[in-house]
């Protein structure tokens, strides 16, 4: 038996290892290695392995650094099942088509450049086409059934609480007689957060592979996100103005929608319309719909008790799809809130929206996530005067606001208590850290060998060890 680390080893994308057992390989996650284009194209098109020798791929989550070069893997050859829960697969559908399309307009841009100077065009890395056959190799499994990936392999689903579908895998592997239960943590989300349940302990693991993106930081005490929603909206509705929230298509703009509705169920908010502009949140609010399996027992009992089983949906709430609709969305005479991705405004329509609004006194921007530093929602919420916009600059007149401490991630006490409860469920002897730049791995392994887990592995990318 063997596990060799081929993406998000010392780093936090492209996540990627690879099982062997009894002469057969399984490959844990497929993710896109997102970086600089040129080392990103590179690392992306040239898989480490030959995709036709690979037998089963079993998916944690959807988000693209989990699963964003399965296109890739197929454009290859491999014609095996993709293993994933039933959400994740869903979501996938949504998701891998779109990361297509980026591919196809981002290789267009650079081929112009490259045609003016007499250079060859590039391929794109994978067309809408192979995205569409990779979903057609999902094969969905719900959480905590069991399934068998490879002859002697028994896999497991355990919640994550990271994202809708999210899973940590468990993998009982046998050869020779001897067995070992491989546990892969995939993302590990937090307790409490709105919609998803708390993350799974899973018992019985021998080997973890875990991700520790956080494993050197601790999370912001959350702001109450109820009240700074309650007052940014009755700001714009006193004002007369927009309030525009930028939120990741996939999570976040789920979450905004959830607590809206809460909050006018509850009477306490002015009766303002919400459009959520964006195609692909449009379509992940329909998966989130599709999914009751995987809610918390809060979104559960909210459903059973609103009229119309839906908390993703109200009568002011419109999601927009076209672009005709989204661009009358410029000339809304009535104060309005506007969720719109990308939720650091690198791109997609809310870039649109902040053009038109961000020079109004009137208009509130609200932050729900975290700001890349060098992205334009940095720039914003770091109040410059003047920020660059789709290749002009505007002044920034609009009030800017940020809820705090909101992250899909745990952060370095929450994997502490994953990690230790996990030990104290099974029999870890090994513990290989990925997900991570090298300085918060370090501290996380010594995290943890204080904590009584001696033996912790930071691999480096290509490394292969013995289980
Ligand atoms: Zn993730």
Known sequence: MKLQFFGAAGTVTGSMHLVEVGGRRLLLDCGLYQGPRKQAFEINRNLPFDAKSIDAVVISHAHIDHTGNLPSLVRAGYRGPIYATDATRDLSACMLPDSARLQVSD???????????????FEPLYTPEDAARAVRQFAAVNYERPFEPLPGVVGRFFDAGHILGSASVLLELTENGRTRRLLFSGDIGRAGTPILRDPTIVPGADVIIMESTYGDRRHAPPTDTQAL????VQTVARERGTLIVPAFAVGRTQEVVYRLNELWDAGQLPPLPVYVDSPLAVDVTAVYRNHP?????????????????DVFGFDRLRY?????????????????????ASGMCE????????RNHIEQPNTTILF??????????????????????MGRDYRLRAQVRRAEGLSGHADCDELLQWA??????????HVYLVHTETGPAEAFANSLRTAGLPNVTVPKRGEGFEL
């Open 107 to 121: 290789v267009r841009t650079v081929n112009k450049q490259r045609l003016r100077t007499g250079q060859r065009p």
């Open 229 to 232: 929603i309650i007052d940014a």
């Open 293 to 309: 399996e995987c809610y918390d027992d809060e979104v559960l009992a909210a459903m059973h008790a609103s009229a119309d089983h």
């Open 320 to 340: 927009v799809r076209s672009a005709e609709e989204s661009k009358k969305l410029n000339s809304l005479s009535e104060p309005a809130i506007i969720v719109s």
């Open 347 to 354: 791109g997609g329509r809310v870039l649109h929206h902040l």
């Open 368 to 389: 729900v996530g975290y700001q890349a530093e060098n992205t334009l929602g940095r720039r914003i919420l770091n109040g410059a005067e003047f920020v660059p916009i």
């Open 420 to 429: 230790v409860q996990t030990q104290q469920r099974g029999h870890v002897d």
